[in-house]
């Protein structure tokens, strides 16, 4: 499931995955939502927050990821990746390299600092 954090407004998203992420995820939300932040400011700022009890994505979800991450990798002025296993900081890493915008993640304790960084 992904959910819409109280602190997303203007170019900024941030989004709390927990449990196993579907493709009903994507298509329902996350894509709608960031794509209508990328038409109204040009472009997103995104966080997404992994906590303890993400279980990452069914087959179709990561695919999806995946095409909506290379078809938007200019879209994005800032990504912050927040929790989650040490598997998913080294894939942000090599996502990175695909990306115009800066990246970074950070560990969920550092949470408010990944706000402040992704709204500066």
């Known amino acids: 499931m992904i959910e819409t954090m109280p602190q997303s407004n203007g170019s900024v998203i941030a989004l709390k995955a927990t449990g196993k992420l579907t493709d009903a995820d994507y298509k329902d939300m996350l894509i709608p939502k960031v794509e209508e932040i990328i038409k109204q400011?040009?472009?997103?700022?995104?966080?997404?927050?992994?906590?303890?009890?993400?279980?990452?994505?069914?087959?179709?979800?990561?695919?999806?990821?995946?095409?909506?991450?290379?078809?938007?990798?200019?879209?994005?002025?800032?990504?912050?990746?927040?929790?989650?296993?040490?598997?998913?900081?080294?894939?942000?890493?090599?996502?990175?390299?695909?990306?115009?915008?800066?990246?970074?993640?950070?560990?969920?304790?550092?949470?408010k600092e990944a706000l402040e960084w992704v709204r500066a």
């Open 41 to 111: 400011s040009r472009k997103a700022k995104m966080l997404l927050y992994l906590p303890g009890d993400f279980a990452g994505w069914e087959a179709h979800a990561a695919w999806d990821d995946a095409i909506f991450g290379l078809r938007h990798r200019n879209d994005f002025e800032k990504l912050a990746v927040v929790g989650g296993a040490k598997w998913i900081e080294w894939a942000t890493k090599i996502a990175s390299h695909f990306m115009k915008g800066e990246v970074r993640t950070f560990s969920e304790a550092q949470l």
